[in-house]
T-cell receptor, first 114, second 112 residues
Framework: SQTIHQWPATLVQPVGSPLSLECTVEGTSNPNLYWYRQAAGRGLQLLFYSIGIGQISSEVPQNLSASRPQDRQFILSSKKLLLSDSGFYLC?????????????FGAGSRLTVL | DAKTTQPNSMESNEEEPVHLPCNHSTISGTDYIHWYRQLPSQGPEYVIHGLTSNVNNRMASLAIAEDRKSSTLILHRATLRDAAVYYCILLYSGGSNYKLTFGKGTLLTVNP
């Protein structure tokens, strides 16, 4: 069966510090991978998605970047965090192919920037 | 991208049925209708999906209008654990639209 792991679960970072959130998927190959952010009391905002190694599409111009160094690994990074980067970050995956395929989310990483 | 429209919030009483509506008037023939829900402090979880016919699973039922321009998620007997934000999204089956965007969803409150 497929599983998705996301870490760290919680982190508190000072403004200006770097960020690295990691997501890995097991039990599948060539998944579509996604990073979403949810600010407090807000909806899900799509940040990045990837359909293959090294293929990253950015949805919102911002202080963040994403990379996919391996087929089932998706990393969200920042060189210098802003206060506005605080939020609940969610990684998700879906099988490539038809619209019948289900999107599966990780447990999320809650980031607080002070 | 096809868009969906949902009410911001709905309220229900425990053990009563709940009908959560979703409008998707610009849906294309190959778009699947998916529903997800997000419990507090958790990532969204899959609930149900369908293309043209009504669908049932252990969590809910999905009723799809004949013209496919709207759908309704049905929780047959709401429990307190069903209190969540429910999202209706469209997934393109053509294989080239990989961007999956969520609207604001419907916040369901279940009263004891």
């Amino acid at each position: 069966s497929q599983t998705i792991h996301q870490w760290p679960a919680t982190l508190v970072q000072p403004v200006g510090s770097p960020l690295s959130l990691e997501c890995t998927v097991e039990g599948t190959s060539n998944p579509n991978l996604y990073w979403y952010r949810q600010a407090a009391g807000r909806g899900l905002q799509l940040l990045f998605y990837s359909i293959g190694i090294g293929q990253i599409s950015s949805e919102v111009p911002q202080n963040l970047s994403a990379s996919r160094p391996q087929d089932r690994q998706f990393i969200l990074s920042s060189k210098k965090l802003l206060l506005s980067d605080s939020g609940f970050y969610l990684c998700a995956w879906a099988p490539a192919g038809t619209g019948a395929n289900v999107l599966t989310f990780g447990a999320g990483s809650r980031l607080t920037v002070l | 991208d096809a868009k969906t429209t949902q009410p911001n919030s709905m309220e229900s009483n425990e053990e009563e049925p709940v009908h959560l509506p979703c409008n998707h008037s610009t849906i294309s023939g190959t778009d699947y209708i998916h529903w997800y829900r997000q419990l507090p402090s958790q990532g969204p979880e899959y609930v149900i999906h369908g293309l043209t016919s009504n669908v049932n699973n252990r969590m809910a039922s999905l009723a799809i209008a004949e013209d496919r321009k709207s759908s309704t998620l049905i929780l047959h007997r709401a429990t307190l654990r069903d209190a969540a934000v429910y999202y209706c999204i469209l997934l393109y089956s053509g294989g080239s639209n990989y961007k999956l965007t969520f609207g604001k969803g419907t916040l369901l409150t279940v009263n004891p």
